[in-house]
């Protein structure tokens, strides 16, 4: 008796309507209007901003991956020009509204799981106890961030192959 074992079959994804509409309209008039507006350096960090943000939503894979980045390294502690922005929290919720476009337009279903649950509640309790304790909005954006990722990684991770990519990045930013 032998034991068949079937290759993965691999998707050929196409770019969504969205991302085409994204890179052939929106950038290109985004790249025009900030040529003609000035601030050189407010104008490169818009376009790689447009960009990221397009592959995000062509990509939400991607996007787990760069605010995973963001979080280990906190490239806002490190450069002054970008303190107070909150990257990662931005990345996140972007990442977050992909996915769900993503869900939706291919007629999937969210993850089926406690956690999801658990870590929504988390987050609220953790937001109302920092309010009480008046600590302000800094803590309900950390707690945003550690709701957030969970949840990403649970709808985002679903197979070996990406679960294996995400792990191996992972060991590499805590060396």
């Known amino acids: 008796m032998s034991i068949y074992i079937k290759p993965p079959e691999t998707e050929n994804k196409?770019?969504?309507?969205?991302?085409?509409?994204?890179?052939a309209l929106i950038l290109p008039i985004a790249v025009a209007y900030f040529m003609v507006t000035g601030n050189e350096l407010r104008q490169?960090?818009?376009?790689?901003?447009?960009?990221?943000g397009g592959l995000i939503f062509a990509r939400p894979y991607v996007g787990l991956m760069i605010f995973v980045v963001l979080v280990y390294t906190r490239p806002e502690d490190l450069i002054e020009e970008i303190q107070g922005m909150?990257?990662?929290l931005i990345?996140?919720?972007?990442?977050?509204i992909a996915m769900l476009f993503h869900k939706l337009l291919d007629r999937q279903k969210l993850t089926r799981?406690?956690?999801?649950?658990l870590?929504?509640?988390?987050?609220?309790?953790?937001?109302?106890s920092a309010t009480i304790v008046q600590l302000g909005g800094e803590a309900a954006q950390e707690m945003g961030k550690l709701v957030l990722l969970p949840i990403l990684l649970i709808n985002i991770v679903t197979d070996l192959k990406n679960y294996r990519q995400f792990v191996t990045i992972l060991l590499g930013l805590t060396t």
């Open 14 to 23: 196409k770019l969504s309507p969205f991302s085409l509409a994204f890179f």
């Open 44 to 52: 490169f960090a818009t376009i790689i901003a447009l960009i990221v």
């Open 86 to 88: 909150r990257l990662s």
């Open 91 to 96: 990345v996140s919720g972007v990442t977050l």
């Open 113 to 117: 799981s406690p956690i999801n649950l």
């Open 119 to 128: 870590i929504i509640g988390f987050g609220i309790s953790s937001i109302i």
